[in-house]
């Protein structure tokens, strides 16, 4: 089974890719990272500061997917246009995003409150583009029984893979993900499907590849932050070790350092992270909050050793 790093703006970004495949990528199944997404700019003028994160220089020996949050299909083209200059060859689209900031403007998950627009969409884009395009999508806006209607728009159209996360928008990341609305679908989609949602273990992951056997592939999001070594033990590979764990958080804690120039910026970052890594250590739980009030590097600093002095669970 093919295990994906799912796109996760604030957190898997260039940094945290090169990081995570150094400490805990495969030689022989590397993951496939999704980039978060981009998006096109109206004006067709690209922002280096957002262009940087696919650099190739600063993703060299990954494999990444860029993802685009699009409601312009034309746009969206010339944009895969634009991605492909760089090397790359799949580019992921976004119906997937709940934010409410993207989806009043009609993008990510908003795409599916209206599917004669994103059948236009998706008509714009594969009109004009060739190679390997594939989508993200929630399984509705309101409502799991939406998707049918949407799924029938994506099987017209040589989507490479269909990421479906099974829940739908408004749920945002409460409640469940809706496995049973997934099993209903999966036999209608003539593409092949990844799953992702609520996946957070090695038994998870195996239960899934035994329920669904027909799945291209697996992406999880926070699950592999929360442990950065699933993927791994998923391959009957050990658990990640409290030197690995320091080595990768240090490494993070630096690469972020570097690239905002200020302790205090890799700080923040450093904090979403932690937020899942946190209860990979026994008993951190009443450090979480010195942790969250941490603002210099050196008051950081100070909480992440108190961690590192825990057992790992
Ligand atoms: C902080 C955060 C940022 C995210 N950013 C993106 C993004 O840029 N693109 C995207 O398609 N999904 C994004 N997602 C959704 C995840 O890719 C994934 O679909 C979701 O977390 C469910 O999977 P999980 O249960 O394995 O985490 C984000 C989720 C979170 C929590």
Known sequence: MNYYAAPMEGLTDRIWRQVHQKWFGAADAPTRYYAPFLSPPENRVLIPKKMAELAPEANAGTVVIPQLLARDGELAAWMI?????????????NFGCPSGTVTAKGKGAGMLRDPARLDAFLDAVFSAVEGPVSVKTRIGVQKPEEFAALLDIYNHYPICELTIHPRVMKQL???QADRAAFAAALPECRMPVCYNGDVTTPEALHA???????????MVGRGLIADPALFRRARDGAPASREELRGYCDDLYHGYTEAFGAASCAVSRMKAHWFYLIHRFEGADPLEKPLRKAREGWEYETVVNQIFTRQLN
């Open 81 to 93: 246009g634009e991605v492909r200059k760089l090397g790359y060859t799949e580019v992921n689209l």
């Open 173 to 175: 990341y409460r409640g």
């Open 208 to 218: 899934l590849e035994a329920e669904f056997p027909q799945l291209s592939g697996i």
